[in-house]
Nanobody
């Protein structure tokens, strides 16, 4: 499966963005989808993920209540509100085949990655 992440850009603190992760080559049925971000000089970190069923989404603590992950057909969105300068990073989407015991927070569980989209939040 090929993933295309888009929707990044420059926004002021307190603003909003909606990132999209579109799949091609096959459907997302049976796959969980996660969003990760990587700030300059830091490791890639978990942001949010949604199982293939679309329920029981999980979020990193610092973005709870601000970000929402939603899946619709073959696209997964990350709706980002109340953005902060510390949210500045390249955001990646990735897929993991659903299985019992899957750890959605672990980037090593994910097989396919999109190319990333840059989000810059100015203060």
């Amino acid at each position: 499966v090929q993933l295309q992440a888009s929707g990044g850009g420059l926004v002021q603190a307190g603003g909003s963005l909606r990132l999209s992760c579109a799949a091609s080559g096959r459907t997302l049925s049976g796959f969980s989808v996660g969003w990760f971000h990587q700030a300059s000089g830091k490791e890639r970190e978990f942001v949010a993920a949604i199982p293939w069923s679309g329920d029981s989404a999980v979020y990193e603590d610092s973005i709870k209540g601000r970000f929402t992950i939603v899946r619709s057909a073959n696209v997964v969105y990350l709706e980002m509100n109340s953005l902060k300068p510390e949210d500045t990073a390249v955001y990646y989407c990735a897929t993991a085949r659903q299985r019992i015991g899957l750890n959605l927070r672990d980037p090593h569980e994910y097989n396919y990655w999109g190319q990333g989209t840059l989000v810059t939040v100015s203060s």
